[in-house]
């Protein structure tokens, strides 16, 4: 008797993994309006990149530029390397922005694994943790006032956020203000 019940749940376990990868897949394919799918591919980045779905929500809305428009950032892999990161589109313009994902950005790196929370920084001045050049060693903080949101990304250790930083349109081109550690 227990040698047909296990025949029976080895037969059941691919049937399982089969649908757990299903179920996953279609989630992530859902986390996406179409749309999205077809600005990649209309840009050529559909062979570079993947939308994926890693963090919670899948993406950000709002106006990072100033321009008045709605912008949309995606999280995306590199396909290359598995490499993470984001992808922002501005709403009134065909250009893109790519950080991390085998880009290196500032102190966030090529590879955003270590990001483990993101959102739309709202607040109208944001603290830069200033390094010294030589040492690495923390030197203490700058007070920076921002006109517009910025994307905040986070490093959580211990259940405590330690640090991160913050993607910002300075009015000239993307920047890193680093937070924390």
Not at 88 to 109: E, K
């Amino acid at each position: 008797m227990k040698t047909a019940k296990r025949r029976e749940m080895k037969k059941l376990v691919p049937l399982i993994i089969l649908l757990l990868n299903v179920a996953n897949g279609f989630s992530q394919s859902m986390a996406y309006p179409g749309w999205v799918r077809d600005s990649l591919k209309s840009k050529g980045l559909d062979k570079k990149y993947e939308l994926s779905s890693y963090l919670n929500p899948p993406f950000l809305q709002a106006d990072f530029n100033g321009d008045g428009s709605s912008d949309l950032v995606v999280l995306i892999l590199e396909k290359a390397t598995n490499k993470k990161g984001i992808l922002l589109i501005p709403g009134n313009s065909n250009q893109y922005h790519v950080f991390g994902a085998g880009t290196n950005f500032g102190n966030g790196s090529d590879n955003f694994k270590w990001v483990d929370k993101w959102s739309i920084y709202k607040q109208k001045t944001a603290h830069e943790t200033q390094f010294d050049k030589k040492s690495g060693d923390i030197l203490g903080g700058k007070k920076i006032e921002l006109k517009r949101f910025a994307i905040s990304l986070v490093d959580i250790e211990d259940g405590s956020e330690v640090s991160g930083g913050l993607i910002y349109w300075d009015g000239k081109k993307y920047t890193w203000i680093h937070q924390g550690e």
